[in-house]
């Protein structure tokens, strides 16, 4: 599991649009699907329901979020060792 899959999950949860996040993250759309789908693919499940042009969680997305998040901190944390005096 690639921490800028769990990243660009996170974007797209937050702003519920791939076209959105993508845009926040500097990505061509088609890179946040693609990342998307990897994730999907490792989990066996979909995270999203995709409406039109809006993107929600399905359940295991909305299960998934808090662990996400949380991968995603702790890589924050343990990068910033050593930063601190």
Do not use: H, W
Not at 42 to 52: A, H, I, K, S, T
Request: glycine share 8%; charged share 20%; hydrophobic share 40%.
């Amino acid at each position: 599991m690639e921490l800028r899959n769990l990243i660009t999950f996170i974007s797209v949860a937050e702003l519920g649009s791939f076209t959105k996040a993508a845009a926040e993250l500097g990505y061509a759309q088609s890179t946040v699907t693609a990342q998307i789908q990897q994730l999907e693919q490792e989990l066996g499940c979909p995270l999203f329901d995709r409406l039109g042009k809006r993107s929600y969680l399905t359940d295991l997305g909305r299960q998934f979020l808090p662990y996400a998040m949380q991968m995603v901190d702790l890589s924050r944390q343990a990068m910033s060792l050593g930063k601190d005096p």
